[in-house]
């Protein structure tokens, strides 16, 4: 947490919600190594506004709009110079006026004309929101978002619904159609000589929907696309009908938003799942669970349950995991290289009998032509990036490689090339630390055993 943490390059200018401000925290968060609350708290005793704990951890959770002060107090902890703080402070107040207009519109006084209590405004928070998704024909649920529901993305515009709920085969899906696209808007507005703030000023809209196509959070609208070709003066045909072909893509329904899940879940977690669809490799380290690819249902049930979900939603979310397993034995699938933990095999998820068959699974998944499963063994000790838990995506073509970040907060992602190495080379560190795949499998299989003698 020492010395200066580069925060530039996040888009902070582009933020509108506290949900948006959250994500942006948090990855500060993580590019100051995740220091811990306690941390934080220890770090800025001595400032004008000390951190709790309890204030920091609701803050990049998103459940509460911090003071200005208090989001300073986090950021110098984090590391943030003090010249990097303007474009902060600018967003922050914008959110605040955002939030100041949204509580005078959906939380007015009681009958009597008194102040409603807390209890009272969030209930009616809810049923505004209810009524307001009632009409748009949205459905909202209440149930909370669960340690794995990334916070990255707004549902800008509802999909597009076409016939089939799958990409054509050979088309690239809706997020990486979408990230593709913003990155060939972004690479025409720079050599058109335009900033973000020009561009919506001959379009009429906001920067932040401008900022929001460009890094893939939206794809914009047909009619955004041919103004923005002909504002950077895009004459040749072939290349506009990719871009629009490119956002015909993006509007795709995602095989995801079959299932019954809360909105929460289709919108965030889906934007996860439309890139692991078009992954080429998917690298994973994970040191306290299976992972979810190679979870079997009884184990994927019990670790939904531990959530406090109801058992509908874990019955959802129990399908969707299974569903996403189909990418591995399906034709040209991705390369799926694996690093777990010797402890994460040895805890009884669900007992002796839901780990075995949890263990049988992941011998048999290591004999893929397509999967590599690597265990570190619980005597080699320390090694770099223990306790973290991300996954690195690859894409074909020239779509830059991301990194899924999941924590007590939340998952986030991050594609900065720094960023990215810095994770790679976690990754590949954890990889020489490990056992090579057939020592990996031949532990598997003898833990297995053990689970078996427990029962």
Same mark, same amino acid.
């Given at each position: 947490m020492d010395g200066y943490l580069f925060t530039e390059d996040i888009g902070i200018s582009s933020v509108q919600t506290r949900d948006d401000l959250a994500t942006m925290l948090r990855v500060v968060h993580i590019r100051a190594d995740r220091p811990s609350l306690r941390a934080l708290e220890v770090k800025a005793r001595h400032y004008q506004t000390p951190l709790s704990k309890t204030v920091v951890s609701e803050m990049l959770k998103g459940t509460r709009f911090p003071r200005k002060a208090v989001m300073l107090s986090f950021l110098r902890a984090c590391g943030v110079a003090e010249e990097a703080m303007e474009p902060w402070l600018r967003s922050w107040e914008r959110i605040a006026a955002s939030e100041q207009g949204a509580r005078s519109r959906l939380l007015p006084a009681g009958h009597d004309g008194q102040p409603r209590s807390a209890s009272q405004a969030v209930r009616g928070t809810a049923d505004v929101l209810a009524d307001e998704s009632a009409e748009l024909g949205i459905r909202v649920s209440t149930? $909370? $978002? *669960? &340690?794995?529901?990334?916070?990255?993305?707004?549902?800008?515009? $509802?999909?597009?619904?076409?016939?089939?709920? /799958?990409s054509a085969k050979g088309s690239p899906g809706p997020q990486v159609s979408r990230r593709e696209l913003g990155a060939l808007l972004r690479q025409l507005r720079a050599n058109a000589g335009l900033?973000?703030?020009?561009?919506?000023?001959? %379009? %009429?809209c906001s920067p932040s929907k401008v900022s929001r196509m460009e890094t893939g959070f939206r794809a914009g609208? =047909? @009619?955004?696309?041919?103004?923005?070709?002909?504002?950077?003066?895009?004459t040749d045909r072939a290349q506009r009908d990719h871009l629009m072909e490119l956002v015909r893509q993006s509007k795709r329904q995602g095989w995801w938003q079959s299932y019954d899940l809360p909105l929460s879940f289709s919108v965030h977690l889906g934007a996860y799942l439309g890139l692991e669809e078009d992954a080429t490799s998917i690298s994973e380290f994970q040191p306290t669970i299976i992972p979810g690819l190679l979870q079997t249902q009884?184990?994927? @049930?019990?670790? #939904?349950?531990?959530?406090?979900?109801?058992? +509908?939603?874990?019955?959802?979310?129990?399908?969707?995991?299974? @569903?996403?397993q189909d990418l591995l034995?399906?034709? !040209?699938?991705?390369?799926?290289?694996?690093?777990? *933990?010797?402890?994460?095999?040895?805890r009884r998820v669900g007992g002796p009998?839901?780990?075995?068959?949890? %263990?049988? +699974?992941l011998v048999a998944r290591s004999r893929l032509p397509n999967v590599a499963i690597?265990? &570190?063994? !619980?005597?080699?000790?320390?090694?770099?990036? =223990?306790?973290?838990?991300?996954?690195?995506?690859?894409? $074909?073509? +020239?779509?830059?490689?991301?990194?899924?970040?999941e924590g007590l907060f939340g998952m986030i992602y991050l594609e900065r090339p720094q960023d990215v190495e810095r994770y790679k080379d976690v990754f590949s560190n954890a990889r020489s630390v490990? #056992? /090579?795949?057939? /020592? !990996?499998?031949? %532990? &598997?299989? @003898? &833990?297995?055993?053990?689970m078996s003698d427990a029962y």
């Open positions: 149930t $909370p $978002p *669960d &340690i794995f529901t990334p916070l990255v993305e707004e549902a800008a515009e $509802p999909p597009h619904m076409h016939s089939g709920q /799958e900033t973000i703030e020009q561009v919506a000023e001959r %379009l %009429l609208t =047909m @009619r955004d696309i041919r103004d923005l070709c002909d504002l950077y003066a895009v009884d184990y994927a @049930r019990e670790i #939904m349950t531990v959530h406090e979900l109801s058992p +509908q939603v874990i019955d959802q979310n129990v399908a969707v995991r299974l @569903r996403r034995t399906r034709d !040209s699938p991705p390369e799926l290289r694996v690093v777990i *933990d010797e402890a994460a095999l040895r009998a839901t780990m075995k068959a949890q %263990l049988d +699974q690597q265990v &570190i063994p !619980s005597d080699r000790g320390a090694y770099k990036g =223990m306790g973290d838990s991300f996954n690195i995506l690859s894409f $074909p073509g +020239q779509i830059t490689d991301i990194v899924w970040v490990a #056992m /090579e795949g057939q /020592e !990996s499998t031949e %532990l &598997i299989t @003898r &833990i297995s055993r053990e």
